[in-house]
């Protein structure tokens, strides 16, 4: 069964911080405010958190989990990578987090793999449908425009898997 330490720090820290990555990425295509912002990045501790009560049936995901929960009981924040400060690099450093992610899972967990990146995958599309963009407070709008949609496909190509 895999682990945390069936892999370096340096990879243990991507496969951790690229949901977080896939999420900023998706409030970076179609910024929706303050409050949806933080709508859309508070979905990946939500899924971490209805994780901790649940086995995945992916021993990495079922490990990051673990991981999350101990820095939580530990009141440690994750670290969060350097990745500029235009919106622009930091779109390119998430879309290029992703890719590290795929190569890393392809030669270190390939049974794990495909269930990790539609882990992913499914924070970033939660985190799309997390706030309504458009409309009139709170009247109309979409819950996944055409940035976030064209998002989520950058996100899949990344990946390497189909949206």
Known sequence: ??????????DWQQITTTPLMAALYITFASPSGPVGAVKEMMVVPKLIMEGIKTASGNALIDAVV??????MDKKE?????QMGKKPEEIKAYC????????AILAQKAPAEAEGYKQWVYQAAKHSAEASKEGGFLGFGGEKVNEAEAAALKDIAS??????
Not at 3 to 8: I, M, V
Not at 95 to 102: I, K, T, Y
């Open 95 to 102: 879309l290029q987090a992703c890719r590290d992610l795929a």
């Open 158 to 163: 990344a990946l390497g898997i189909s949206a």
């Open 77 to 81: 924040r994750p670290e969060m990578p």
């Open 66 to 71: 673990a991981d999350f929960k101990e820095k």
């Open 1 to 10: 069964m895999i682990s945390k330490a069936d892999f370096t720090a340096e």
